[in-house]
């Protein structure tokens, strides 16, 4: 198990890597090869109007003039050890992990994301709980049940759940539980540590609408995977030994079929990770989904470059997390 660890985590890390030149490549090297010249890009930097001796000054502070290997060279180091931009006469530190200034604001971008994690881990989080709760809960229960009336009609249900979009229920649920019965009236993002209570009732609709989309989605994988699973010649063996029904279905059943399901948790919920971006538009959130969106309205490159990585951090890490989940729940895995 440990040798599987090492080499999944080494694998994660190669990955990282990979995404990082990838992403830098589509920001910096393709603009490039588009036309567009490294006074253009040192220019937004200054403004409008700057003079030859400034141009040259921010092209060396902020090594344009060098080559892209070396830019994407000193780009991954000041992600581990920070970096000193010079924008005008005096240093500016950028704090590890460096993913450099913003064009508009000249502010760090690091601190910008890390201001808005919280509010993009409450969503996901809290969203991922109801909807795998709600979708296994109802899978496995139409399972047991096929052609009932539970079973014909939460599958409808899920049917139009997948059906809808995130910006038509979250809509829908505005309107009624905060305009037209103003249960959740005055919705906006409070500290869990502030106020627990306020935080939860203020995510209650951000949440449903995510839930209900993914829930949706996980009722029918997680019926159609009991299904199969239940009609295997290992679960007849294991009712014929005289393991009770509850055993049978919740050890050997529904063990099996939550399998695939883990991969598909990891990708859902290292995306939402990385930025719900309808929901917290929807709710007005301003989490990371939020920050993305006005990043590339503004066509601030650094912001944009440093969700990107956020993004596909997450990614991975929920895929790595799966992969050692995945290894403990089948032990053919680590063999393979």
Known sequence: MLAYIIRRTFAAVVLLLVVSAVTFAIFFLLPRIAGETTDQLAAQYIGKNPTPEAMVAIKRNLGFDQPL??????????????????????????????FGYSFKNHVEVWPEIRSRIPVTFSLAIGAAVLWVLAGVATGVISALRPKSVFDRLSM???????????FFTGALLLTLFSYKWPIFANLHYVDFTANPLQWASNLVLPWISLAFLYSALYARLTRSGMLETMSEDYIRTARAKGLPERAVVVRHGLRAALTPLLTIFGMDLGLLLGGAIITEQVFSLQGIGFFAVSAISDNDLPKILGV??????????CNLLVDLLYAAIDPRVRLS
């Open 69 to 98: 290997y070396i830019q994407y060279g000193r780009f991954v180091k000041q992600l581990f050890v920070g970096a000193q931009y010079k924008f005008g006469p005096d240093a500016t530190t950028c704090h590890v992990p460096c």
């Open 156 to 166: 409808g249900v899920a049917l139009a759940g997948v059906s809808l979009p995130v």
């Open 308 to 317: 990107t990585l956020i993004a596909a951090f997450f990614i991975v890490f």
